[in-house]
């Protein structure tokens, strides 16, 4: 079964660009999905099937998938982005979902 | 807008059976690309899948549960459970419900989420 790893934090200032990565093997033939979880909160779906958006959310998240990493790109970091990102895939052999150990954003 | 929300006791013991509800809002639970899954965070550790049930109630489940959880739905009411027995401490974390949303083999989405319940184990 494919393993998802994720950094356990990434730290950026204010207005930079955090990329989270979440590694696999092969994973680049999955659609990965990003969720965004903040303390008390539902997650959020934030990127989807690689690399779409929901409605709703910003233009500054974005996603790629190729090779043994996908990315989630959040641009002009702001304090509210900050939260616990999760990447996810589904493993359609055994019928159940595979997901990263999540990544804490901090934002400086 | 679909809405989900838990319910269930916030405290139960050790050996004792935990029953959670996850009531849907706002729409049905009818169509058949869709299927009904429980989550948990315990404190300070990662997202677990607990598993999840379709339509027609045909469930999976996370293996590491040991045949422990069952998931059970009823359209006709617009809610879906979870019963996981026996209880240890290992089992006190958030619970969180959601909805799968099955757009391909391999692109199945949980959206939207419930708020989570926390669900306390102790003696």
């Known amino acids: 079964s494919l393993v998802l790893t994720q950094p356990p934090s990434v730290s950026v200032a204010p207005g930079e660009t955090a990329r989270i990565t979440c590694g696999g093997n092969n994973v680049a033939i999955k659609s990965v999905n990003w969720y965004q979880k903040k303390p008390a909160q539902a997650p959020v779906v934030v990127v989807y099937d690689d690399s779409d958006r929901p409605s709703g959310i910003p233009e500054r998240f974005s996603g790629s998938n190729s090779g043994n990493t996908a990315t989630l790109t959040i641009a002009r970091v702001e304090a509210g982005d900050e939260a616990d990102y999760y990447c996810?895939?589904?493993?359609?052999?055994?019928?159940?979902?595979?997901f990263g150990g999540g990544a804490k954003l901090t934002v400086l | 807008q679909v809405q989900l929300q838990e319910s269930g006791p916030g405290l139960v013991k050790p050996s004792e059976t935990l029953s959670l509800t996850c009531n849907l809002s706002?729409?049905?639970?009818?169509?058949?690309?869709?299927?009904w899954s429980w989550f948990r965070q315990p404190p300070g550790k990662r997202l677990e899948w607990i598993g999840d049930t379709y339509n027609n109630g045909r469930a999976n489940y996370n293996p590491s549960l040991k045949s422990r959880a069952t998931i059970s739905v009823d359209t006709s009411r617009n809610y879906f459970s979870l019963t996981l027995n026996p209880l240890t401490t290992a089992d006190t974390a958030m619970y969180y419900c959601?909805?799968?949303?099955?757009?391909?083999?391999?692109?199945?989405?949980?959206?939207?989420w419930g708020q989570g319940t926390l669900v306390t184990v102790s003696s």
């Open positions: 706002g729409g049905s639970m009818s169509l058949s690309y869709w299927a």
């Open positions: 959601a909805r799968r949303v099955i757009y391909g083999s391999e692109l199945n989405l949980f959206d939207p």
């Open positions: 996810q895939v589904w493993d359609s052999i055994n019928d159940h979902p595979v």
